[in-house]
């Protein structure tokens, strides 16, 4: 009779040390694919990838009405109140490059038979307000002599276009001045009798020589570190009328007002005139700030 044997079958049975030597293979395969990604980790770290720039700020937008159209009305005004009445041509060329066509034939003044001719001083801007994103009412303040002089306010409408051109595309107006504040009284508060005397000492050596345009002597008045011009027109000083306290009385700080009289030896005119000063003290008092 044939000998039988029996087929084995690959991976039906698997023996301790077969079990052991697969793990064997994993453990190495995991501890090859760690040091590569280590090391792939340390590269980068040696080398990181460059940071965004940053994005570029937007650029603001600029104000409406800008200083463009600030000067404009400004220029505008200037031409519109300066006249002749005997040039009306002159005064009609004047106006052309700030007014649109519509407006050119109505925005001249009618002048009588008596009429005046009327200069411009100083114009500036008192105020102006953004109607919408094109137009504008700028408010310029102007010193027109007729032949006296006078301020008047005058109201300039300015209208922009998409390439940012300006033009006066309505008629101005006159518009009253800015009203007359009601001011709070200012609380002050009388120095020591001792401060009194050494700080009046220091403000009369102080304003002689600043008032004087003697910046060399200011030196010895002020602390180191500290530099204050003296005027640059020459006057004298006429006399100091009072001084108060307007801070607190503590400390080797002072803050007080000096109202005092200016000479001006050449107009023979005396002007009254307050300063806010601050002073310090060391081993004296020390003027550390003039504000006029």
Do not use: C, N
């Not at 159209?69 to 005997?86: H, I, K, M, N």
């Not at 105020?127 to 002599?145: E, G, P, Q």
């Not at 008032?211 to 530099?227: C, I, Q």
């Amino acid at each position: 009779m044939r000998e039988q044997r029996a087929i084995a079958v690959p991976g039906a049975v698997r023996t301790p040390a077969g079990v052991l030597k697969g793990l064997g293979r994993f453990a190495l395969w995991a501890l090859v694919v760690l040091l590569l990604l280590r090391g792939v980790a340390g590269v980068m770290a040696r080398h990181p990838s460059p940071a965004p720039a940053p994005a570029a700020p937007t650029a603001a937008a600029a104000a409406w009405p800008d200083d463009s159209a600030r000067a404009f009305a400004v220029d505008f005004a200037r031409a519109y109140l300066t006249w002749s009445p005997g040039h009306a041509d002159e005064y009609t060329r004047a106006l052309t490059p700030f007014v649109s066509a519509d407006v050119a034939q109505t925005v001249a003044p009618q002048f009588g038979d008596r009429a005046a001719r009327q200069t411009v001083g100083t114009v500036t801007v008192a105020r102006a307000a953004s109607l919408d994103d094109h137009r504008a009412l700028v408010t310029v303040a102007a010193s027109v002599a007729t032949p006296e002089v006078v301020t008047l306010y005058l109201a300039v409408p300015v209208t922009r276009d998409g390439d940012g051109g300006l033009v006066v595309d309505d008629l101005p107006s006159l518009v009253a001045a800015p009203g007359l504040a009601q001011a709070a009284e200012l609380e002050t508060e009388a120095l020591p009798a001792a401060e009194q005397q050494q700080i009046g000492d220091v403000l009369e050596q102080f304003f002689t020589a600043y008032l004087a345009g003697r910046s060399s002597e200011l030196g010895y008045l002020v602390p180191p570190g500290v530099r204050i011009e003296a005027l640059a027109h020459t006057y004298e000083l006429a006399g100091i009328s009072s001084l108060a306290s307007v801070g607190p009385l503590t400390g080797r700080e002072r803050t007080v007002l000096v109202s005092l009289r200016a000479r001006d030896p050449e107009a023979h005119v005396e002007y009254p005139l307050r300063y806010r000063m601050t002073l310090v003290r060391r081993d004296r008092w020390y003027v550390a700030s003039i504000e006029g």
